[in-house]
């Protein structure tokens, strides 16, 4: 009788979880270490240098994971496509809130400084998303793989060590809009999951990544917001995210 690991992509390569660890650990030293060193530094002749140093980064990720997929064949959806259907327009309603008016100070900036902008949000979409919901992903799905709910429990790991790694702007802001990064950081991370776990492809996540930090004060520390929005904002993506992977996990158990 199968089960859901025999679909897991992870579990058809050679990687092994203390090749993952080291290189999860590798990669975010290199990445923070750099992006640190050149926050508020940035320019054109710094920026280029860094996008490539995080192309390949990412590309390092890849190659401690062995693969880009979480499935070897993508399941069927299951039932709960309603639930599917409430999360994409709840993603939808998410970006037009938080990001089309970032965009549009983005597009105000002169050519040099929208270039500065753009790179330096790609290269975060890059080794971001190719480190914690790649990576560091398929990793906890090693070390959960003997359980039910894999996807789940892999989601929220990921989304935690995605949430904590922004304490290193404590070395340039203070610790409460550091706080809040953490949050909406866990929030988003669990939405890319669903992303990553539905389309099983990793490109997705890196756009919507891209999008999210396409900011025009994106190389700025970040100031402290009121909590009361923050939570209405992050709250519910949190839960429909959450939902959204537990309904997909069910699926996935009644289907092997």
């Known amino acids: 009788m199968r089960n859901i690991k025999d679909n897991l992509a992870i579990e058809k390569t050679n990687a092994t979880i203390i090749g993952m660890v080291c290189g999860s650990i590798i990669i975010a030293f290199l990445y923070l270490t750099y992006t640190q060193v050149l926050f508020k530094k940035f320019n054109l002749n710094t920026v280029i240098p860094y996008f490539l140093f995080c192309f390949l980064l990412g590309l390092c990720a890849v190659f401690f994971s062995k693969t880009t997929h979480i499935f070897n064949q993508r399941p069927k959806q299951g039932k709960d496509i309603i639930m599917t259907i409430i999360f994409f327009i709840g993603l939808i309603i998410f970006y037009a809130v938080v990001g089309i008016s970032n965009w549009g100070a983005v597009f105000t900036l002169d050519l040099s400084n929208k270039l500065l902008v753009i790179l330096i949000a790609l290269s975060a979409g890059i080794v971001e998303e190719l480190l914690c919901r790649n990576l560091l992903f398929n990793l906890f799905i090693k070390c959960f793989d003997n359980t039910k709910w894999v996807l789940i429990w892999a989601s929220l790991s990921s989304s935690v060590i995605f949430g904590l790694i922004h304490l290193a702007n404590l070395t340039h802001q203070t610790f409460m809009p550091t706080l809040q990064q953490i949050f909406y950081a866990f929030a988003f991370g669990n939405m890319l999951c669903f992303v990553h776990i539905f389309s099983n492809r990793m490109w997705p996540c890196i756009l919507l990544h891209f999008l ?43 289907e092997y």
Do not use: E, H, T
Not at 218 to 224: A, G, R
Not at 245 to 253: H, P, T, V, W
């Open 212 to 254: 999210m930090d396409l900011q025009a004060d994106v190389n700025q520390s970040v100031s402290v917001q009121p909590w009361g929005p923050l939570l209405l904002d992050y709250i519910p993506v949190i839960i429909i995210s959450v939902l959204a992977i537990c309904f997909y996990n069910r699926d996935l158990i009644k």
